[in-house]
T-cell receptor
Framework: TQLLEQSPQFLSIQEGENLTVYCNSS?????LQWYRQEPGEGPVLLVT?????EVKKLKRLTFQFGDARKDSSLHITAAQPGDTGLYLCAGSSVGGTSYGKLTFGQGTILTVHP | EAQVTQNPRYLITVTGKKLTVTCSQN?????MSWYRQDPGLGLRQIYYSMNVEVTDKGDVPEGYKVSRKEKRNFPLILESPSPNQTSLYFC???????????FGPGTRLTVT
């Protein structure tokens, strides 16, 4: 099973600050997804990155896929209380018996204080 | 509205009492999965299904059973629940195995 390590596990910041969440692995992934989960709900997809080095922007959120497709980052600019939630990365395996299966990171709990 | 529904949302039961958590999707997706979510461990896949009557083990299948008799339904069965199965369970569906997962609202299970 391929492993995805997310860091930090917890992040507590003030409104207006910037932050970065990291998702790292020693394995190569064919694609990587980022989800956001709010309390009492299931995760919802934010973005999928597919190409090494790819950068995608979603308003104040910037997602990057590493050149070697082993890592990814999520950067939030000027965080707002509405950004509070659990952020999960998920990588799609490239081969072997796990081909095409998703592996999730442990998640990062973000709290943005007003 | 495209959605995945799960029932029940909350369940408290005792060790050994068989239970079923239902899952249904209305998006005609081929793939469906069950995950459990535990603090610090993220989402771990229990079982998944590629189509009707086709299922396979995920990363943590021990103690669970599934069936896929209809495309829209994918129930999770715990024949003899144990306290270590206390967790938050999510059903998900997708067009492809590694495609966007559409998650249900979750079922919080407590086994005493």
């Amino acid at each position: 099973t391929q492993l995805l390590e997310q860091s930090p596990q917890f992040l507590s910041i003030q409104e207006g600050e910037n932050l970065t969440v990291y998702c790292n692995s020693s394995s190569v992934f064919s694609s990587l997804q980022w989800y956001r989960q709010e309390p009492g709900e299931g995760p919802v997809l934010l973005v999928t990155v597919v190409t090494g080095g790819e950068v995608k922007k979603l308003k104040r959120l910037t997602f990057q896929f590493g050149d070697a497709r082993k890592d990814s980052s999520l950067h939030i600019t000027a965080a707002q209380p509405g950004d509070t939630g659990l952020y999960l990365c998920a990588g799609s395996s490239v081969g072997g018996t796990s081909y095409g299966k998703l592996t999730f990171g442990q998640g990062t709990i973000l709290t943005v204080h007003p | 509205e495209a959605q995945v529904t799960q029932n029940p949302r909350y369940l408290i039961t005792v060790t050994g009492k068989k239970l079923t958590v239902t899952c249904s999707q209305n998006m005609n997706h081929e793939y469906m999965s069950w995950y459990r979510q535990d603090p610090g461990l993220g989402l771990r896949q229990i079982y998944y299904s590629m189509n009707v009557e086709v299922t396979d083990k995920g990363d943590v299948p021990e103690g669970y059973k599934v069936s896929r008799k209809e495309k829209r339904n994918f129930p999770l069965i715990l024949e003899s629940p144990s306290p270590n199965q206390t967790s938050l369970y999510f059903c998900a569906s997708s067009l492809f195995l590694s495609g966007e997962q559409y998650f249900g609202p979750g079922t919080r299970l407590t086994v005493t």
